[in-house]
C-alpha cells in the first residue's frame, strides 16, 4: 500500500493542528528538543591562518610539546606565589 505524499503546506498545518492539541508539556518538549537537533547548523569556516596554527599545535601534541593542566596550574600558582 503505498501513501500519498503531501504537499508541504499541507503537512505544516497538519502537524501544527497536532501540535496544538498536545497538553503533555513533557511531551512538548520532546518533541521542541528534536527539532532544535535538527535545525541546520551554521558551518565555521576557518582561515588559512588559523588552520595552520591548529595543525602547528598538532604537530607539537604528537611531539609530546605540550603541558597537562596540572602542571600549568603548578607554575601558574607558583609565578603567582612569587609576587606575593
Known sequence: MKI???KSAEL?????EKITL???TSY???LNS???LNEPQEVYHLSEEQ???I???DAQIKAGKFLENDKVFEKLEKKWLKRK
Open 4 to 6: 500519498p505524499t503531501m
Open 12 to 16: 505544516k498545518s497538519i502537524l501544527i
Open 22 to 24: 498536545i497538553k503533555d
Open 28 to 30: 512538548l518538549e520532546a
Open 34 to 36: 528534536f527539532l532544535v
Open 51 to 53: 588552520e595552520q596554527k
Open 55 to 57: 595543525k602547528k599545535s
